[in-house]
T-cell receptor, first 111, second 112 residues
Framework: EAQVTQNPRYLITVTGKKLTVTCSQN?????MSWYRQDPGLGLRQIYY???????DKGDVPEGYKVSRKEKRNFPLILESPSPNQTSLYFC??????????FGPGTRLTVL | EDQVTQSPEALRLQEGESSSLNCSYT??????LFWYRQDPGKGPEFLFT???AGEEKEKERLKATLTKKESFLHITAPKPEDSATYLC?????????????FGKGTTLSVSS
């Protein structure tokens, strides 16, 4: 089954404790993105990757890092999480034909 | 600035009562307009992609249309299982990285 998977699905952590949210896709897509979704603000892109070893900032990249060492994986790294990064995070992937397919989401709470 | 505005924010319908959701957009050259459905706490589920004015796509009770300034999602004879938030997004022709610009969504509630 074609899908985008994320782990963990739920995470509660404390300020400053480094964490990684993993994202994997099995569709051989070149493009992968991370979005965050906040009430009243909608979905906003954090980072994207056009292919292996090619990443760039989206609209709200502050406080986040990404890497793309393999085509199927695109982890999101929060080196020093803060409470304003409490949000619902989605990973998405697409082929060059541009329809993006989203993962199930990771709900992060930073205390 | 590229922008997407969806209306209404919320819509309550009786089962069988047809209606339309609106998505107005301004973008520097449209590469594509996308409709997604999102259930609470879940990822957006792809519905349609529209590329040019005059294009229409249908899936079950849903029909999406596109003009140069807006898109409509028509819901015919909705059922309670159509209750969800419907998201519209655009992709600009000059946007590297396939970034989608989302509207804030229309939350549809269908009661039996």
């Amino acid at each position: 089954e074609a899908q985008v998977t994320q782990n963990p699905r739920y995470l509660i952590t404390v300020t400053g404790k480094k964490l990684t949210v993993t994202c994997s896709q099995n569709m051989n897509h070149e493009y992968m993105s991370w979005y965050r979704q906040d009430p009243g603000l909608g979905l906003r892109q954090i980072y994207y990757s056009m292919n292996v070893e090619v990443t760039d900032k989206g609209d709200v990249p502050e406080g986040y890092k990404v890497s793309r060492k393999e085509k199927r994986n695109f982890p999101l790294i929060l080196e020093s999480p803060s409470p304003n990064q409490t949000s619902l995070y989605f990973c998405a992937s697409s082929s060059s034909a541009d329809t993006q397919y989203f993962g199930p989401g990771t709900r992060l709470t930073v205390l | 600035e590229d922008q997407v505005t969806q209306s209404p924010e919320a819509l309550r319908l009786q089962e069988g009562e047809s209606s339309s959701l609106n998505c107005s957009y301004t973008v520097s050259g449209l590469r594509g307009l996308f409709w997604y459905r999102q259930d609470p706490g879940k990822g957006p589920e792809f519905l349609f992609t529209l590329y040019s004015a005059g294009e229409e796509k249908e899936k079950e009770r849903l029909k999406a249309t596109l003009t140069k300034k807006e898109s409509f999602l028509h819901i015919t004879a909705p059922k309670p299982e159509d209750s969800a938030t419907y998201l519209c997004a655009v992709q600009a022709r000059d946007q590297a990285g396939t970034a989608l610009i989302f509207g804030k969504g229309t939350t549809l509630s269908v009661s039996s």
